[in-house]
């Protein structure tokens, strides 16, 4: 259990914390399979496997007495007409809830429970999302040049169920259309009660 | 169990959400006994019994698979020389931890465990703190003018413990001296192992 309290400060304009106790960074090579363009993205990667998110994790400790916590920062760009995006996850204790606070940037949480039911909520500075027990999420940045940070808080032994939406992908696309924002679906989605 | 994911806008600049499911509004006169200058609280509260902190719940569910979350608002004041605070409290589930992200003001939350260890941290706009299970938490405005605005998170199931701090009170205060602010002792404090 942690002991002590501890605090960190959510740096400007970065959306670094000044503190953190785990850094991750996802490449465009990680997201295999999940942009709808597969030639756009294999082009991509080729010409540069850029840094698409960024997670800073505050001290975690796999107990539900404690709170995992961090920020997520979504780089701006685009795969063919579809945004950069986090891989996106269920977590592996289904029945855990997130909480997400945007601090900057414009954006979009895409949801879906194991149902097929979805959702959709634009992020943008001031925002609180509420993501109830049992739907994967998933954070789209929609701007063409600012990051999206976003802090999140879940129950400390929650954990993540990466691979259902690796093998099935989300029912739901954000994709550009000119100066807007498209929800489409995704050809590839695959429900869960069919076998992936 | 939450059935769908829903989200608020935390307003500028009032740090009021657009939405919201249970409001609080706590007086002076419910702070009997909290404050060290009981003539300068006595006398307020007959001048004008005024809000000192106000607390918007987003839909809150008695269940550890969620996540109880709002936004906490102090006013800024003194009574005396010690500036206006939330009444404080441990979890009635005591072993939970609570999340805290400063929305704007500038304050301090002044948090102590059953043993007596005392800690403080400061709170601006982007400071995160993590509040870790069994310690009491109390936020304090420390500004001369504006409000300070809080967004929390702690698991849905864990509760409010008051009157252990209404008995006890805090071990330590928070008191303006001069431009300074100081943490002093509560020279009411009653340790928990000793009876209140």
């Given at each position: 259990m942690i002991e002590r309290p501890f605090a960190c400060i959510v740096q400007?304009?970065?959306?670094?914390?000044?503190?953190?106790d785990n850094h991750i960074e996802r490449r465009l090579?990680?997201?295999?399979?999940?942009?709808?363009?597969h030639q756009a993205y294999e082009k991509l990667v080729q010409q540069s496997d850029r840094v698409i998110y960024e997670v800073y994790e505050g001290r975690r400790v796999d107990d539900q007495r404690e709170l995992a916590h961090g920020v997520s920062i979504v780089k701006p760009g685009k795969v063919g007409d579809e945004f950069f995006m986090t891989k996106g996850h269920f977590h592996a204790v289904l029945e855990t809830a997130e909480l997400y606070y945007c601090i900057q940037g414009e954006g979009m949480i895409v949801m879906e429970n194991p149902e097929g039911d979805w959702a959709a909520e634009r992020m943008s500075a001031g925002v609180v999302l509420y993501v109830p027990p049992r739907w994967a999420h998933r954070s789209v940045n929609t701007h063409p040049h600012d990051e999206l940070v976003v802090l999140f808080a879940y129950r400390?032994?929650?954990?993540?169920?990466?691979q259902s939406i690796e093998r099935r992908g989300f029912r739901k696309l954000v994709v550009a259309a000119g100066e807007r924002t498209e929800i489409v679906d995704n050809p590839r989605w695959i429900p869960l009660h069919q076998p992936a």
């Open positions: 400007k304009p970065t959306g670094i914390p000044d503190r953190y090579s990680s997201m295999t399979g999940q942009f709808r363009d400390g032994d929650a954990g993540h169920d990466y």
